[in-house]
DNA sequence: TATGAATGAGTGTTCATTCAT
DNA sequence: AATGAATGAACACTCATTCAT
């Protein structure tokens, strides 16, 4: 019994990673239910076997990616460290995260997309995006707090930061010349504040 | 011979509009033609008259898009004043016609996904977006050669700069509550490089 | 206003020419009103001034078809000559006709393959092979009276007549090597009867 | 693992000969997907598991047609006896297949039409009634070497000979009450060469 | 009379989902 | 659990016909 279960969560998590990864090559909406199937190795009919719906395919992969971002953010805000070293690990995290997982990052794509399904949209993005503020936003002020010079709102500045983020991911994805890697000192060089100077003391001393 | 209620210009341009409305508010995927007929007031057969296609209404749409995108970067690449200056008027040109069309913006994200359509993408997105930084770094290469202190590579820094422009239009797309427009001072305060330290004279002395 | 109605005529005898050009060329199933009144040099809703409806236009063509083989056969039979002399101006005189005006007898592929359109069909094609079929049966019997050695009952000779003049018409229109006006004495050769013995006199003796 | 009803090939015959009665009935352009899988018992989409698109039901009707013509062909043609008798065989062949299959025959009616669509023709009839011909007056020319006095050409004879049978065939499919099986007879004594002097004693001895 | 824009019923085809085996 | 044949609702697109000008 216990293997069945396992074999079972392991079946689901194949079909899921063959979605993502259908859905990365040819978006959503191009997907078709027997892509997916083929993909996976398994018959059309299976799919449904271990998924409602090929919406909620789209759901489940949505999830994954938040499930991924709130552990990047956890691990960041919970971390030790002053509150800029904290932002920039954090920063660091969900570039590496997306790279890491580029079908994942492409779904993305799609469930922009799908923020305008309404309520039955695969995740309330905009939550997930005004959550993903607030922990910057504090972060920032901590930073501020603990010396860091800010120069503009810090509510502000953490949007500005998530959309630089994002939309170097965005162009990444759009163009996969562009190197998130290569972007992710100039972003925390541009977007994050200097460090504090007393939080190091001075070396040449 | 008087048309019956528009000349073909107009028509034409009218279901564009309503493509465009009906686009912006379910996705292109779930946009069907006889929605874009009823927002238009014509008949299903009638959009046919004037487009090709349901793809060929996207395409359109995306040519309207890059062509509005090119006339602000025209306009501020061209106009007067140093190279900061004329950055700023592209961040603010850029965020002003975006927010000023707000369902050509939504359509963004149908043309994001449909990036992945390959050749036959609506736009070559990838393009649009190589040249508009292209622009950008050459105009922060100029404003750093004017005596702009610039911290990182021009190209880096016009990725993230594009970046963070439509990072925070995609996070005002998903969730209308994000004001594009009080993110203008802060992106321009962020992620351009200061003013030269001639153009205003020292208050130090 | 004579020359109005004459006018009105020759239109319409134009229109239905195009048609016919435009059957002959791709078929009734596949010919447009917009190719016919293309063909015709006349806007689309024009052709609704003289014709009702796309099926008119093949009922019309048909009726000019049997209304030029009537003429055919009221030649013939009403001809001068010994029966047999008139079946030969007969067999003669439909393959001149059909081959005088080949986009009408391409038509005829669209009025046989028509035929089964049940009483609405462009023309009642049985009635006029049978009356085709009975009066050369007649012919047939008046040269077996008149000394022509008749092998076969009349009535399905007149059949197998019938059948390999529209069969010889029937390969050229598939096949435009095919040379129907070359088919006509062989036709006339093998099935016709042999010219009564008295017709000519003895050249052996 | 036991198919729901029948196995592919079958079900797929199935479809085929529904499509042929429903073509044979209403005529190819008149018939619509719907009645095709109405008349075959099955859903519409079943249609499209089993074929690509309505008109390859027309290809494979027309496929099973030259396939049972190149049968009798063959069969005829080589044959034992003389030239004539294989005429004979081949005449008789012909018109008991069609009646055999009278749907089948009904296609025809369409196939002549489709023969304008060009190269997408469903078939290419042409070629089929060249190589008919050919074959036929191979077969006339060694009757006449054989002994049976040949008065024309025999390419000729030939066109003669299958327009003659291909027109009686016509004749019955627009008119049912024309019989086919009483002209074979008349076909065969009107249009095949005399048996050879030889192979009757001369009954004036 | 002539036009051609507008209409909308009709249809081939697709594909998510179901279900008998 | 697994399959894949079957289903039928949905939809893009066509085109004969109408009608305002």
Redesign the pocket.
């Known amino acids: 019994m216990k293997p069945r279960r396992a074999d079972?969560r392991t079946?689901r998590e194949e079909i899921l990673a063959a979605a993502i990864r259908v859905f990365a090559r040819r978006g959503y909406a191009a997907?078709?239910?027997?892509d997916i199937a083929q993909e996976a190795g398994?018959?059309?009919?299976?799919v449904?076997?271990y998924f409602d719906?090929?919406?909620q395919l789209l759901h489940v992969a949505a999830e994954a990616f938040t499930a991924r971002s709130a552990a990047v953010l956890a691990e960041a805000a919970a971390g030790r460290g002053g509150a800029r070293e904290r932002l920039e690990r954090l920063v660091r995290g969900v570039v590496a995260m997306l790279t890491a997982e580029p079908d994942l990052a492409r779904v993305l794509l799609d469930l922009w997309a799908a923020s305008r399904w309404g309520p039955q949209s695969p995740l309330d993005l905009a939550a997930t995006y005004r959550e993903y503020r607030a922990a910057i936003a504090a972060l920032l002020e901590e930073a501020t707090a603990q010396g860091c010079p800010g120069a503009v709102d810090a509510h502000a500045h953490a949007t500005v930061l998530v959309g630089a983020i994002e939309g170097c991911v965005l162009q990444w994805l759009i163009d996969p010349e562009v190197d998130p890697a290569a972007l992710v000192d100039p972003l925390v060089r541009l977007l994050l504040p200097e460090p504090a100077p007393t939080t190091r003391p001075d070396p040449s001393r």
């Open positions: 079972r079946r997907s078709r239910i027997d398994v018959a059309k009919g299976s449904y076997l719906s090929r919406e």
